[in-house]
């Protein structure tokens, strides 16, 4: 099983595969059924047909990475870690293999390979917040054991009791009802567009990011659970919580007009992407899955004058991937209206 927090990474980027030399061109009949059964949760199909596409096509990093994707559903761990491990040898200078094999390493416990593998991530793409943010889930994690092994050689210590209790809080699952803790994201089907950053899509570790979960049937879109923030005494801290509130709603109910509208027209877009391209994308991520529930935890809000500052815990399931994380949001109010500038993970 993958561990809880680290997010996986479910496609390679555009641009970085251009670099690599790889002319891509459209999808071959073969890997587009392959990406269409993947999304369907049909694996041993998707596997046929992916198969048949790296036949003709052996060396094609799409089809190789869909593969690697199909097998680590299929709890294939060891030859998901062999496609990934390929990958970044033939193809070095995609952040995305390495990503996805710090994952892997993690559920089999072995985070010494795992913090290499998200370093090497890291060097050949410097802006790959994922990746970033799964070291820290691993970082996170080896200091667990290591207040744990303190704790076993002196149970008076209560400084390292304290310490080992706020790490563990990063990574419990919150209960219906009870604040968010922190934990990642998840993987979906490829496809040729630059990996979202904190997360997609696309690992996050200590408990380890995505774990490849099953398919279930769909689920209408429920509403989702928006505590406001306790110091809202004014009207313009009640607005912004309002604002959040509509933006999960429309994430929630797959509203993508609803849910682009939520952001500023000078959003900050996390990789530094035009926003048509970061539109596009988010668009991609957001009909692909059959359902989707956002829960939403209002830290703190902080209003000066048309501006806004809110840190929230937020909590994202859909019928393949689940996640929670720690994020501020960067308001402005414009038209009268409360829209994100800037979107964040960490508080």
Do not use: C
Request: charged share 25%; net charge positive; aromatic share 6%.
């Amino acid at each position: 099983m993958l561990p809880g927090p680290l997010r996986f990474a479910v496609a390679i980027a555009a641009l970085l595969l251009s670099l690599a030399g790889a002319a891509i061109a459209a999808p071959a009949d073969d890997l587009r059924e392959a990406q269409k059964l993947y999304g369907q949760g049909k694996l041993q199909p998707a596997m046929e047909k992916v198969d048949a596409y790296l036949k003709a096509q052996p060396r094609e990093p799409q089809g190789r990475f869909l593969k690697g994707l199909i097998l680590t559903e299929q709890k294939k761990v060891t030859e998901a870690v062999q496609v990934f491990t390929s990958l970044t040898e033939d193809y070095p200078e995609l952040p995305e293999p390495y990503n996805n094999l710090a994952v892997l390493y993690a559920s089999l416990g072995n985070y010494d390979k795992a913090k290499s593998a998200l370093e090497l991530a890291i060097h050949t793409h410097p802006s790959y917040a994922t990746a970033h943010e799964n070291l820290g889930d691993i970082y996170a994690q080896l200091a667990s054991r290591a207040y744990d092994r303190a704790l076993q050689l002196d149970k008076t210590n209560t400084t390292a009791q304290v310490k080992l209790a706020m790490v563990k809080d990063l990574f419990v699952a919150p209960k219906a009802g009870a604040p968010a803790r922190q934990e990642p994201a998840k993987p979906s089907p490829v496809a040729a567009t630059r990996p979202e950053a904190a997360k997609a899509e696309p690992p996050k570790v200590a408990a380890v990011r995505p774990e490849p979960a099953k398919v279930e049937a769909p689920k209408a879109a429920a509403a989702p659970r928006v505590e406001p923030a306790k110091a809202t005494g004014s009207d313009g801290k009640a607005a912004v919580a309002a604002a959040i509130e509509a933006w999960a709603s429309a994430w929630s109910a797959k509203d993508v007009k609803g849910y682009l509208a939520a952001y500023a027209p000078d959003f900050e877009t996390p990789g530094g992407e035009s926003r048509a391209e970061w539109e596009k994308q988010r668009t991609e991520r957001i009909e692909r899955p059959k359902s989707i529930e956002v829960t939403v935890n209002i830290r703190s809000i902080t209003v000066d004058g048309d501006k806004a500052v809110a840190v929230i815990r937020q909590g994202y399931r859909s019928d393949t991937f689940k996640s929670n994380s720690t994020k501020t949001l960067q308001l402005v109010k414009a038209g009268g209206k409360w829209a994100i500038r800037q979107e964040r993970v960490g508080g």
